[in-house]
């Protein structure tokens, strides 16, 4: 087994396991650093072991695969991190409307999540990092999203796109956070609510209606806020009228997400019933902040199947020409 691809690998399951952030980037800075070394430095123990961005860890890692073995450590990862879940429904998804890079809280570049989303067959893959009132993740101003698009749609080719978008705040009086202009550049709009998640039923409501209503969104993402499980800890769901809600995105053509996380795991089965009966789409999304977290798409697909989403009705399952003719 080659370094490199032993150091990527630790990576990508350290990330599906939503372990820390850190731990994982430090394995695809070592992929990196070696990769970028002479062979007469890849050969040399002591010199490797000096190179910035090399540790004990993954030095370990290394040595043992020039060795010819496969690292220990990947042998304990494999076994130990829960592998893909089987349904009929996730071989049906062909993309993925919600996830982040390293322009706001993701962990890796465009291009990095770009190779992860076309080894997993995606079809496409949407950039929707955030706008510019989530400062603690860094979120985009116009100027920086503006910049963005450009790289994100170069990653294009070869049957495989790269959708520029944006998981835009919904404010408290349901306006959307970023320039209504520039959201009309873009493939895709991911509207979700991030602060004052304790508001009263009746304002959160509103607030919701109006983001759904607004012609420039596609998705409302991970509509309750909640939190199951996880490192943050547990938070309990927004309180909204469902029905209304769902009625809302039903009427303007807007999709529920069914967020992949297994920390959010929203909406709860109940909503996805509401939104079932009131007619609207789905959108299956990993809201991956890191590479190894797109193939979070099969906690989605099997909550989906379980509840009885039709594939018809999730969009993630629509050929390209088609989601951008509805995202339009």
Known sequence: MEPVDALLEIASLLERERASRYRAKAFRVAAAAFQDLPDDVKDDATRLRAVKGIGESTFAVIREAQSGIIPTYLVE????????????????????????????????????????????????????????????????????????????????????????????????DGALDQDDELLSELDVVVASVHSHLRMESRPMTARMIAAVQNPRVNVLGHCTGRLVEGDRGTRPPSQFDAAAVFAACAENGVAVEINSRPERQDPPDELIAIALDAGCLFSIDSDAHAPGQLSLLDHGAQRAERVGVPASRIVTTWGLERLLAWAD
Do not use: C, K, N
């Open 77 to 172: 990862l494999r076994g130990d991190v829960e592998p893909e879940i089987a349904s009929t429904l996730r071989p049906a998804l062909r993309g993925d409307l919600h996830a982040h890079t390293d322009w706001s809280d993701g962990t890796t570049s465009i291009s990095v999540m770009a190779a992860a989303a076309r080894a997993l067959g995606h079809e496409y893959q949407a950039v929707t990092d955030h706008s510019p009132r989530l400062r603690v993740a860094r979120g985009l101003s116009a100027e920086r999203l503006r910049s963005q698009i450009p790289l994100v749609r170069a990653e294009s080719g070869d049957g495989f796109s790269m959708l520029a978008g944006i998981e835009v705040d919904i404010l408290d």
